[in-house]
């Protein structure tokens, strides 16, 4: 292997797309998923994929927001501490079925949290605030017209747009679509995903330091991420660093998948055989070599038959970039979103300066540590180090073009689930 190792490094040297072409590249290049329906008890985190309009009123009806006596305003308008008003109790009266009654002046029915008032009741007086008197309850202070009455139709009106297309279905998402009565609905399937971890030394085992093999670690963090991002993983599996195994699995998997991710065996080394070989052997339509992210800038990709094959680096600040700055991406465009990273940012002020001279005109992931909107700069050795990441909750962006941000600027501190979650202000107790 080692004779005449670097003949082919002319074949392997980067290129370095800007993000911004990769995104337009890959908008032209890979397909959205097919639309499917399925039962809505099945559908959190899938993406929808028609817009959701209310079937009938929410409420159907004039509901209680608590246990209390529904009356009539009128028969309030004078009420007070020192002129109480004493209306009668309607006994008899089932007060999941109140709707059912026609109130008259001078009554009170009693209702049950959630369930219609009588026909002509516009206030609900909670239990505790009033004083029973045998038949009669006695009312001191005077309510507004329907306090306590969720009005028919004040949450959502029948035909009313309720969901639009696009929003990936979260529990409350699936509560609001069993509540409105669906129970199917169209949504885009989950993208169907291979992950090829290439290496002589992997094993999908634990770390042994006596052992020359190294765990593929990498690939439960992408498993976890493209699972939280709507995708199904179908296969995983271990090739040795040999072009013939590489590329023989990637044409076995390319038919079943719509996305297949190989790890490692991504560099310029002699046993980086992943780009060359697949390069010669797919000869795809489109590619890049080298993305200006940093870490990452390693990450390469093959559009083959409208799929990407993406080359994911194998140190881990290396393939974790990939995923936030173009796996996630990809993954949430063939489910019909955005082709943009996925995570959000909030506004924090830099408790010290960051200076990153190399690679000045590419995008930079520095990470963070915010406490009580204080970010702190992470001491980072290098991709190979998990150490930064672990004791970072969150990351900033260096624009290409800028070298240094200074002390006391405000920048975004950026978060992107499941690894790098919003940050928590601890609360003493």
Known sequence: MFKNCFENIQEKKYSYIDLKDLYDLLRTSISRVDIVKINVKESVGYVLAEEIKAKYNRPLYDISHLDG????????????????????????????????????????????????VPVNADV??????????????????????????????????ENESVLK??????????????????????????????????????????????????????????KHVFEYYGSEIIETSIVPDDSTAIVNKVFESIDKSDLIVTIGGASLGPRDLVWTSLYRELKPSKWWRGVKTLPGRVTSGLIVNGKLVLIQPGLPQSSIVSLIFIATPVVEYMQGLDLKPAYSCIEVCLAEDIVFSKFIDFYRVVFL?????????????????????????????????????????????????????????????
């Open 369 to 429: 540590n915010v406490v009580e909107n204080k970010a702190y700069v992470v001491k980072n050795l290098g991709s190979y180090y998990l150490n930064p990441m672990v004791n970072s909750n969150s990351f900033t962006i260096l624009e290409p073009g800028f070298e240094r941000i200074r002390e006391n600027s405000v920048v975004n501190a950026c978060f992107y689930p499941p690894l790098f979650q919003p940050v928590r202000n601890r609360v003493l107790v």
């Open 124 to 157: 609900v007086i909670p239990v505790e605030d009033v004083t029973v008197d045998h038949n009669y309850i006695i009312v001191d202070k005077l309510y507004s017209r329907y306090a306590n009455v969720f009005r028919e139709g004040s949450d959502f009106r």
């Open 69 to 116: 006596f529904a009356v009539k305003y009128d028969d309030l308008i004078h009420a007070s501490k020192y002129n109480p008003v004493k209306l009668r109790i309607v006994n008899g009266i089932d007060p999941r079925r109140a709707g059912e009654y026609e109130l008259k002046n001078g009554e009170a029915v009693f209702v049950e949290t959630g369930y219609p």
């Open 165 to 222: 297309y696009g929003i990936r279905i979260t529990p409350l998402i699936q509560k609001v679509l069993i509540d409105m009565g669906y129970e199917t609905i169209r949504v885009y399937r989950k993208p169907r995903i291979s992950i090829i971890n290439v290496g002589d030394e992997l094993i999908d085992d634990f770390y042994k330091p006596e052992s020359d093999k190294l765990p593929v670690s990498t690939m439960w963090i992408d």
